[in-house]
C-alpha cells in the first residue's frame, strides 16, 4: 500500500475526548492524510460513534499493559502502562506510512510534511534530552517490526514502565545516528518548556505545530464555563493557558455536539 | 597551534572555588589537555594564586554584560547578563580547539574525546531541547568568530539575556544541521533530568561523565560538615545529593588545604 495515516489511541471515554480534538485539528488543518484511531474495549458505543464521524477507521485493539508499577511509581504515573497498547500501531500494515499522536496533542497547524521522514522519527524529550518523547513519532507498519517490539517488551521490560521507555530502548541509536530522525521541538511542544526555560518558550513557542498536554493534568482534567468561555481550578499549574483555550474551544465548538446528539443533553463540561 | 584547552570562566571568588574544583576534577581524570581558566577583575589575588597552582593559565578578561534585565527576570537569574563574559573564551587564538566548560560542573570521567568533535558541539537543553546548553561546548578559538559573536551581540542581543541565548542565536542550525555536533546528554547532565524523569536518570545516569549544577542553587551554595562529610539545609532540593557530596569531597580534601594557605585559617565551607 501507499497508504499514508495519522494514528491515535484511546482505551477509555476520557482519551477518546482527546481524541476527537485531535482529530478535528487535523481536519481543520485540511490534512492530505487518513486519519486511524485505535480503541479499547472499554469506549462506549456513544465514544465510538462520534470518533466513527471524524476518523477514517476505528479499529479495536486489546489493551497490553506492562504491569510495571514501579517504574510507574517513580513518574507518579500508575495509569501509564496500558500505553504498552500504542504498540499494535505497527500492525496497520495497510498504511505505508504513519505518524503516530497522543491523544492529548493538538494540531496547530499542517503537519503533513512530517510523512517526508523516515522511522523512527521523533522530538527530544525535554526531560532527557537523549531520548526521544512518544507522542508523536514516524514508523512504518510492520508486523515483523511489531513481533520484535513484543519480544524486546518481554526480554527487557521498559525502563520507565510505559511505551517511551521501550521504544527508546528499541530505537537506541536515536539521539546519535541520524539528525534527520530528529523531529523539531515545535511538533510535539510540552508545557514543561514552558516552565523550565520560559526564554525560549517565548522565543521559539508561537512556532508551534503540535502542542502536547504532557503530564498529569489534561484538558478533558479542567471545566470550562461554556458561556464565558474560560477555564475554571488551577489553571496557572498548567502554564499554557492559551493553548487550554484553544482546546476547549474546539472541543465545545465541534466535539461537544457530536457528543450530545450521541449522549442526550449530558454536558460534558467537566473531568 | 596545534595544542588543545579545557577553559572555563569566574568573575568573582564563588565562581572561582567551582573552576577550582574542576580543574582538580579534570586534573584526577588525567586529561592530557591545557586547562586554562578566564577571571575577571574582582577575583581576589588569593583565589589566583590557587587558581594559578591547579591550570596552566589564568587570564584576566574585562567582565562583558548583556545589561538585559527583563529577559534575565524571566529565568529569576538577574545575575546572568555577566555570562557574556564567556564569550571571550574565543579569543585563545593560541589553541586550535578547546572545550569551555562552565566553572559549576564536575568531571567525572575522562573527557578527552571532545577533542575529536567540531566547533559548536555541545549537549541539548532539557529546558528547549533545540537549543544546546552552553555549560560545556567544543569550539575554535578565532578572532575573526570573537567579532562575529560581537556583533551578533550587539544587533540581535540575547534572547535569554544570557550567553546561551546568543549562542544559539548565534549557532543556529545546531538543532537540524550534525548528528555529530549533538554532545551526548552524560557529558552536560543537569539535575533539571532527575525531577522531571526519573526513571530516565535511573537507566542512564550512571554513565554521567559530566555534572552540571546549573540554576540558582550552586555546590557552594550550601553549606557542609567536614566532619561528617553531610550536607545541612535544604538537599533534597537540589536532587543530586550524591554528585553535590562529591563535589564537597573534591573541594574539602584538595581545594580548601590550597585557599587555607593562601588567606590564613577562615573556615570556607559555606555559601
Ligand atoms: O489510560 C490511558 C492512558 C494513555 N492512553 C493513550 O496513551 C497515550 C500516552 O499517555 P499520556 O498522554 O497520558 O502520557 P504522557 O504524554 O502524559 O506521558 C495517550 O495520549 C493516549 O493516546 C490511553 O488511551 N489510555
Ligand atoms: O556571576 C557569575 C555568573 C556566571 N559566571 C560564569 O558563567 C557560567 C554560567 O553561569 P551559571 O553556571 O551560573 O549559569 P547556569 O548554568 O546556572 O545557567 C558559570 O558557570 C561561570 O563560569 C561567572 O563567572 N560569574
Ligand atoms: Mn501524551
Ligand atoms: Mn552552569
Known amino acids: 500500500s501507499t497508504e499514508q495515516a495519522f494514528v491515535t489511541l484511546a482505551t477509555n471515554d476520557s482519551y ?6 485531535l482529530g478535528k485539528s487535523l481536519r481543520n488543518h485540511k490534512t492530505s492524510k487518513k486519519l486511524v484511531v485505535l480503541v479499547g474495549p472499554h469506549v462506549s458505543d456513544q465514544s465510538r460513534a462520534v470518533l466513527h464521524k471524524i476518523f477514517d477507521e476505528v479499529r479495536l485493539v486489546d489493551v497490553l499493559d506492562s504491569g510495571d508499577t514501579a517504574h510507574l511509581a517513580m513518574m507518579k504515573r500508575p495509569d501509564l502502562g496500558v500505553t504498552f497498547t500504542k504498540l499494535h500501531c505497527w500492525t496497520l500494515t495497510h498504511y505505508s506510512k504513519c505518524v503516530f499522536m497522543d491523544a492529548d496533542t493538538l494540531v496547530v497547524s499542517n503537519i503533513d510534511e512530517l510523512f517526508d521522514r523516515e522511522e523512527l522519527s521523533a522530538a527530544p524529550d525535554p526531560g532527557w534530552p537523549d531520548c526521544f518523547n512518544s507522542g508523536v513519532f514516524v514508523f512504518r507498519p510492520s508486523n515483523e517490526t511489531y513481533g520484535k517490539l513484543l519480544q524486546y517488551c518481554t526480554e ?47 522565543q521559539y513557542g508561537a512556532n508551534a505545530k503540535v502542542v502536547h498536554f504532557l503530564g498529569q493534568m489534561k484538558p478533558w482534567s479542567y471545566t470550562y464555563n461554556l458561556t464565558q468561555r474560560t477555564l475554571r481550578g488551577d489553571v496557572q499549574a498548567s502554564s499554557q493557558p492559551g493553548f487550554l483555550l484553544q482546546w476547549w474551544a474546539l472541543y465545545s465548538a465541534e466535539v461537544l455536539p457530536m457528543l450530545v446528539r450521541e449522549y442526550g443533553d449530558q454536558p460534558f463540561i467537566s473531568g
Do not use: C
Open 16 to 21: 477518546a475526548r482527546g481524541a476527537m480534538v
Open 156 to 202: 527487557h521490560g521498559s525502563f520507565d514502565g510505559g511505551d517511551q521507555g521501550v521504544l527508546n530502548g528499541f530505537f537506541s541509536d536515536w539521539a546519535t545516528a541520524d539528525i534527520n530522525k530528529h523531529l523539531p521541538f515545535i511538533y510535539n511542544m510540552s508545557s514543561i518548556a514552558i516552565y523550565t526555560y520560559l526564554p525560549a518558550f517565548k
